[in-house]
């Protein structure tokens, strides 16, 4: 069992549609990372979170350290979200960095 | 502007033969590190460096040599590449390990 996991692994939906994905995690961490992959292969950090919520633009992220449980929420999707979003969650035992496989998420207008 | 640059974009090289993709950061960040991405495999960490001086290895470090000579660079050397190091590479760097990761725009390397 990978010590991250994320749901789904691909999501289609479509334009304004509230999106969820979800980031679950079995180890102890000390903060956790939301990335964006864009189709041409660029990747860029969305939030760096240790505990709460954290919101940029229609992007909100959330993070539950007792449940091992993180969501990234996307408002009002559109076509240019579409992107593989990735969490990294930092251990807290030697600061390694455990990357999540990624979601692929497809928005179609 | 903030970023962190890589180069080459795209490699193309044979077995054997030596090569360095650059990695540079105008932050004046602390912790460097470097990534490869497979299909199916998501991003594996191949080397990180905390400081000047300092480097240790990820979780596939086989193959890869890097330096940190100064802060601001982290080059990865393939002092012989095979096939399997086919691949796309990218650098990153942060301040600490729990602040915002900034990466580079990625090497897609290919070897023959």
């Known amino acids: 069992k990978n010590e991250v996991e994320q749901s789904p692994q691909n999501l289609t939906a479509q334009e304004g549609e509230f999106i969820t994905i979800n980031c679950s995690y079995s180890v102890g961490i000390s903060a956790l990372h939301w990335l964006q992959q864009h189709p041409g292969g660029g990747i860029v950090s969305l939030f760096m979170?240790?505990?709460?919520?954290k919101k940029h633009g229609r992007l909100i992220a959330t993070i539950n350290i007792q449940e091992k449980h993180s969501s990234l929420h996307i408002t009002a999707s559109h076509p240019r979200d579409s992107a593989v979003y990735i969490c990294?969650?930092?251990?807290?035992?030697?600061?390694?960095?455990?990357w999540g496989a990624g979601t692929k998420l497809i928005i179609k207008p | 502007e903030a970023q962190v640059t890589q180069n080459p974009r795209y490699l193309i090289t044979v077995t054997g033969k030596k090569l360095t993709v650059t990695c540079s950061q105008n932050?004046?960040?602390?912790?460097m590190s470097w990534y490869r991405q497979d299909p199916g495999l998501g991003l594996r960490q191949i080397y990180y460096?905390?400081?000047?001086?300092?480097?240790d290895k990820g979780d596939v470090p086989e193959g890869y040599k890097v330096s940190r000579k100064e802060k601001r660079n982290f080059p990865l050397i393939l002092e012989s590449p095979s096939p399997n190091q086919t691949s796309l590479y990218f650098c990153?760097?942060?301040?600490?390990?729990?602040?915002?990761?900034?990466f580079g725009q990625g090497t897609r390397l290919t070897v023959v």
């Open positions: 979170l240790s505990s709460g919520k």
């Open positions: 460096s905390m400081n000047v001086e300092v480097t």
């Open positions: 990294a969650a930092l251990l807290d035992s030697n600061y390694q960095l455990i």
């Open positions: 990153a760097s942060s301040y600490w390990l729990n602040t915002e990761a900034f």
């Open positions: 932050m004046n960040h602390e912790y």
